[in-house]
């Protein structure tokens, strides 16, 4: 058993700040109500460094209840992860309603720094994704899936998986 445990990869997901520009009816905010909060960036390396002294593996910015791209502090992290070295596979998932308003070296930065990026896409028409999330986002979010705020156009090195709950 402990040979298995020692082949199988590690995933940490953090929660880094726990507000969302969705209201989606599968998610248990809508219930459970909390302070609006944003990691320290003091627990947020505490967090890294007891990781990598753990074996570290995959590091992601991936919300329970959220969208890491709120987080005012997610170009912060990014780079102290890369600056210390940790050899984290860094990883998000987001409705990435948030890209729009990153401006081309932001979102370049974000997407050529993350090795893996989730995009939840809740529904194939404008109408169902507003069902489904509670705004009226579609648009807007395939525009961001497709280019760049401005330009139109990047050149990405990081995959994008999008994934479509229907």
């Not at 520009?21 to 960036?41: E, G, I, P, T």
């Not at 947020?44 to 460094?49: G, N, R, V, Y």
């Amino acid at each position: 058993m402990l040979s298995l445990l020692e082949m199988r990869g590690t995933n940490l997901n953090l929660e880094t700040v726990n507000v969302c520009s969705a209201a989606c009816v599968f998610c248990a905010s809508r219930k459970f109500k909390r302070r609006k909060q944003l990691m320290s960036m003091a627990l947020f390396q505490k967090i890294c460094c007891d990781y990598k002294d753990m074996g570290g593996g995959w590091l992601g910015f991936s919300p329970v209840m959220s969208d890491p791209l709120l987080d005012d502090l997610l170009f912060d992290r990014i780079r102290y992860v890369q600056d210390k070295g940790f050899g984290f596979t860094l990883h998000m998932f987001t409705n990435a309603i948030k890209f729009k308003s990153y401006s081309d070296d932001e979102l370049r930065f974000v997407l050529k720094s993350l090795d893996m990026i989730n995009i939840s896409l809740a529904g194939p028409t404008p109408e169902s994704y507003k069902l489904m999330y509670g705004v009226n986002q579609f648009n807007n979010v395939m525009d961001n899936c497709t280019g760049s705020p401005t330009s139109g156009k990047m050149n990405v090195t990081a995959p994008v998986w999008p994934y479509i709950f229907v």
